[in-house]
């Protein structure tokens, strides 16, 4: 369907931030508290970049709907994530994104601090002309994903927060012969080493 049904969405996908329950690979060397206050530093970075983002804007928490936090005040609507994995609650996300009538989709994680409104501009840019668009992440995953119509495959049978999923990916688009565009590749905060290595970020 046409953008004029509804308007590109972008699609957020957050985690609850409790305490124990966050960042954990950070949490076995910085601890909970460290883990914790680096994943709210995170909530807030994205937070202020889609916020500068004139769209249809959805908050999807892991766990349970938070009705009074960073993301209120009506600008986000906000809904719970369902599915086994990480790629069944993606494909549900973008299938209720498509049904409600978007023609260009982008989902996106609250892990990367190097994100800037530019590159969400461009992702939506890019998918006027191409069908999907991909953010490569330097731990091999990817921090964005896009796309123009629903391609539900690209969830399937993937062991994801792996180093190979973002090859994996673009090996299926390249497979099925759809047309697809490579975003800057930036870095996501999972341990140690990669908040150390940050540029944007600091505890």
């Known amino acids: 369907m046409a953008d004029s049904v509804m308007g590109p969405t972008l699609l957020i996908f957050i985690k609850n931030p409790e305490r124990g329950k966050v960042k954990t690979r950070l949490a076995e060397t910085a601890g909970d508290d460290t883990a914790l206050e680096v994943y ?6 994205t937070q202020s970049v889609t916020d500068q983002m004139n769209i249809h804007r959805e908050v999807w928490y892991s766990r349970f709907i938070e009705q009074n936090d960073i993301w209120s005040g009506g600008q986000y609507k906000k809904k719970r994530q369902r599915g ?3 790629g069944g609650r993606m494909k549900l996300a973008f299938r209720e994104a498509f049904a409600r009538g978007s023609g260009r989709v982008v989902i996106i994680g609250s892990d990367c601090p190097g994100l800037r409104p530019p590159i ?3 992702a939506f840019r890019l ?3 191409h069908k999907v ?3 490569p ?3 091999g995953g990817y921090y964005l994903l896009g796309m123009k119509e629903f391609y539900p495959a690209l969830f399937d049978r993937k062991k994801w927060s792996t180093s190979a999923v973002c090859e994996q990916t673009i090996q ?3 497979e099925m012969k759809v047309s697809y565009r490579i975003l800057p590749e930036l870095n996501d905060i999972d341990t140690q080493q990669d908040l150390d290595q940050s540029k944007h970020l600091s505890v």
Not at 40 to 45: A, S, V
Request: charged share 40%.
């Open 172 to 174: 299926q688009l390249d």
């Open 127 to 129: 998918l006027r002309d």
């Open 120 to 122: 969400l501009r461009q």
């Open 137 to 139: 992440a330097r731990d």
């Open 40 to 45: 709210q530093k995170l909530l807030r970075i």
């Open 84 to 86: 086994k994995d990480l």
């Open 133 to 135: 668009v991909v953010g």
